[in-house]
């Protein structure tokens, strides 16, 4: 027995690795057990949730727990307390992130190759079958010999996101697809049990037309705490590490955990709102790994195919205070019309915070710290066309040009950030440009006020720092000083003139000729 530390599993997605390793698996087998057991039903399941939540390690622990390899679960719920049988059965894992969709034949080329592969492994000699369909057919009834057979698939959509902004090979992708569920359907009568993850649920891939016995688990309550990890996973495996943060950071262990909260925790994966809300796994795995806080998820979880379908989108740069919406909201969508409120809500942007049993309503919101700011951050690069290090440059620039009032360096800061907006694709609409300053100013963290309302009206922003308080007004292809004689004329700066602070009244007017973007302002202190 190894009695040394057990070690964080970051970046780990293979339970093997776990056991082998002697690292922390946060034991989720009481769960599993009850959805392999389920009586009367066929065990036949599909989940979506975001990425980096455990969904490749939740396929690896099933494909282990097929194939009857009941030591590696000694330690854990299903080892110590099930009834579980451990028969060995043959298993089918397919990754759809490992296997080539650059194209339809791409795609049909390499899911054939990985099918020869499995084919390899098992013993079995499969004929040249050129389609994937056959073949699997022809796997399935060979495997089907020695017992049921297991079909495990990760990131099913991954051939449709990652084509997003290229509807054409989409479109293609999902024809490939569809056959291929259609055959996993006629098979029906050798299955054991099929999983299928992925972050969104796509209509017109045969996944859930074909397949109508296909159990969605998305929202079931069974499934709730199934990916990310609840308050009492964290005390009962993680308090050391937990401790250690606590100590490095100077903070009592109350504290660290306080933080984490605020930071990591707030996921909803159900309507039932008696479940726990649940920390997202690879934020707190680095966290405790690399001892500080900040937004570890939007780098390597935030998928691809976000910001070209908010760019296609155009959709609004702000989320509204209080979303509603309905479960019919979130089933299966077409990829070619899919709706932004439902696609962030699977992507793991937003979550559920309530739920109306008698309206049937949903209320969604950001679950934390990280995802808040992280969603900032992804409009800002969608929508102005920058990378992350053009994005942090010119945020840095316009921070310190405020500190001393240098509006020529502050506007020099926005058009190097917006450079890379095509010239086609700029907005002529005032409110566009609002949104955009809006978005910079609250990514600069100094919490600006759009449409403050005053005596005589509402001026455009409001942006309060330690030192000074900025009044803006924008226009869009009119002159700088129109808007500043806007807040002249309706007095927008007087309710602020009490704060003891130097008040700066800052017009702005953006527009866009000779496709090169122009800004002009007015600025006057009081």
Same mark, same amino acid.
């Given at each position: 027995?190894?009695?040394? &530390?057990?070690?964080?599993?970051?970046?780990?997605? !293979?339970?093997?690795?776990?056991?082998?390793?002697?690292?922390?698996?946060? %034991?989720?087998?009481?769960?599993?057990?009850?959805?392999?057991?389920? &009586?009367?039903?066929?065990?036949?399941?599909?989940?979506?949730?975001?990425?980096?939540?455990?969904?490749?390690?939740?396929?690896?622990?099933?494909?282990?727990?097929?194939?009857?390899? #009941?030591?590696?679960?000694?330690?854990?719920?299903?080892?110590?307390?099930?009834?579980?049988?451990?028969?060995?059965?043959?298993? !089918?894992?397919?990754?759809? =992130?490992? +296997?080539?969709?650059?194209?339809?034949?791409?795609?049909?080329?390499?899911?054939?190759?990985?099918?020869?592969?499995?084919?390899? !492994? @098992?013993?079995?000699?499969?004929?040249?079958?050129?389609?994937?369909?056959?073949?699997?057919?022809?796997?399935?009834?060979?495997?089907?010999?020695?017992?049921?057979?297991?079909?495990?698939?990760?990131?099913?959509?991954?051939?449709?996101?990652?084509?997003?902004?290229?509807?054409?090979?989409?479109?293609?992708?999902? #024809?490939?697809?569809?056959?291929?569920?259609?055959?996993?359907?006629?098979?029906?009568?050798?299955?054991?049990?099929?999983?299928?993850?992925?972050?969104?649920?796509?209509?017109?891939?045969?996944?859930?037309?074909?397949?109508?016995?296909?159990?969605?688990?998305?929202?079931?309550?069974?499934?709730?705490?199934?990916?990310?990890?609840?308050?009492?996973?964290?005390?009962?495996?993680?308090?050391?590490?937990?401790?250690?943060?606590?100590? @490095?950071?100077?903070?009592?262990?109350?504290?660290?955990?306080?933080?984490?909260?605020?930071?990591?925790?707030?996921?909803?994966?159900?309507? %039932?709102?008696?479940?726990?809300?649940?920390?997202?796994?690879?934020?707190?795995?680095?966290?405790?790994?690399?001892?500080?806080?900040?937004? !570890?998820?939007?780098?390597? =979880?935030?998928?691809?195919?976000?910001?070209?379908?908010?760019?296609?989108?155009?959709?609004?740069?702000?989320?509204?205070?209080?979303?509603?919406?309905?479960?019919?909201?979130?089933?299966?969508?077409?990829?070619?019309?899919?709706?932004?409120?439902?696609?962030?809500?699977?992507?793991?942007?937003?979550?559920?915070?309530?739920?109306?049993?008698?309206?049937?309503?949903?209320?969604? %919101?950001?679950?934390?710290?990280?995802?808040?700011?992280?969603?900032?951050?992804?409009?800002?690069?969608?929508?102005?066309?920058?990378?992350?290090?053009?994005?942090?440059?010119?945020?840095?620039?316009?921070?310190?040009?405020?500190?001393? #009032?240098?509006?020529?360096?502050?506007?020099?800061?926005?058009?190097?950030?917006?450079?890379?907006?095509?010239?086609?694709? @700029? +907005?002529?609409?005032?409110?566009?440009?609002?949104?955009?300053?809006?978005?910079?100013?609250?990514?600069?963290?100094?919490?600006?006020?759009?449409?403050?309302?005053?005596?005589?009206?509402?001026?455009?922003?409001?942006?309060?720092?330690?030192?000074?308080?900025?009044?803006?007004?924008?226009?869009?292809?009119?002159?700088?000083?129109?808007?500043?004689?806007?807040?002249?004329?309706?007095?927008?700066?007087?309710?602020?003139?009490? #704060?003891?602070?130097?008040?700066?009244?800052?017009?702005?007017?953006?527009?866009?000729?000779?496709?090169?973007?122009?800004?002009?302002?007015?600025?006057?202190?009081?």
């Amino acid at each position: 027995m190894n009695n040394q &530390p057990k070690q964080l599993g970051l970046n780990v997605s !293979i339970f093997e690795n776990f056991i082998k390793n002697n690292r922390i698996y946060i %034991d989720k087998t009481k769960i599993i057990y009850d959805l392999i057991t389920a &009586p009367d039903n066929e065990h036949f399941y599909f989940v979506s949730r975001p990425r980096r939540f455990g969904k490749s390690l939740f396929i690896s622990t099933l494909k282990e727990l097929f194939t009857g390899r #009941k030591e590696l679960f000694n330690d854990y719920w299903i080892g110590k307390h099930s009834k579980y049988d451990w028969q060995k059965h043959p298993v !089918i894992h397919l990754d759809f =992130g490992g +296997i080539a969709h650059g194209t339809a034949q791409e795609l049909k080329n390499d899911l054939g190759n990985e099918l020869d592969r499995i084919a390899r !492994i @098992h013993g079995i000699a499969i004929t040249q079958e050129k389609l994937p369909e056959r073949k699997l057919t022809e796997l399935v009834e060979q495997m089907r010999q020695s017992n049921t057979v297991v079909l495990l698939i990760d990131e099913y959509d991954k051939p449709l996101v990652d084509h997003i902004d290229n509807l054409a090979i989409a479109e293609e992708n999902r #024809k490939i697809l569809s056959s291929f569920y259609t055959t996993v359907k006629k098979l029906e009568e050798n299955w054991r049990a099929i999983f299928i993850t992925g972050v969104s649920k796509f209509a017109r891939t045969s996944l859930f037309s074909g397949l109508n016995n296909l159990k969605e688990l998305t929202f079931d309550p069974i499934a709730a705490e199934l990916f990310g990890y609840t308050y009492q996973e964290l005390i009962t495996y993680l308090l050391p590490r937990i401790d250690d943060l606590a100590k @490095h950071l100077g903070k009592t262990r109350e504290e660290a955990l306080d933080a984490m909260k605020l930071w990591y925790d707030g996921y909803r994966f159900s309507k %039932d709102m008696q479940k726990s809300q649940m920390y997202n796994p690879l934020s707190v795995v680095a966290c405790l790994n690399d001892k500080e806080f900040s937004n !570890i998820w939007f780098n390597t =979880g935030s998928p691809s195919f976000l910001i070209p379908l908010l760019r296609l989108k155009g959709t609004s740069l702000e989320i509204p205070n209080v979303i509603k919406a309905t479960i019919s909201s979130f089933n299966a969508f077409d990829i070619k019309n899919i709706p932004v409120v439902a696609l962030l809500l699977q992507t793991g942007y937003l979550t559920i915070i309530d739920y109306d049993v008698t309206t049937e309503m949903f209320t969604l %919101d950001y679950p934390n710290r990280e995802v808040r700011e992280s969603f900032k951050n992804c409009l800002m690069q969608a929508f102005a066309y920058a990378t992350p290090e053009v994005l942090d440059m010119a945020l840095i620039r316009m921070r310190r040009a405020l500190a001393c #009032k240098n509006f020529e360096e502050f506007c020099r800061a926005i058009k190097s950030l917006f450079a890379g907006i095509p010239h086609n694709l @700029h +907005i002529p609409v005032e409110a566009y440009y609002h949104s955009l300053f809006h978005l910079m100013f609250d990514m600069l963290g100094m919490r600006p006020q759009s449409e403050e309302a005053s005596s005589r009206g509402e001026s455009d922003l409001v942006l309060e720092s330690a030192d000074n308080v900025f009044v803006f007004e924008f226009k869009y292809d009119k002159t700088a000083q129109e808007a500043f004689d806007q807040i002249i004329r309706k007095k927008y700066h007087e309710k602020y003139m009490y #704060k003891g602070k130097p008040v700066v009244l800052v017009g702005i007017d953006i527009n866009f000729k000779n496709k090169d973007l122009e800004l002009e302002w007015v600025q006057q202190g009081l």
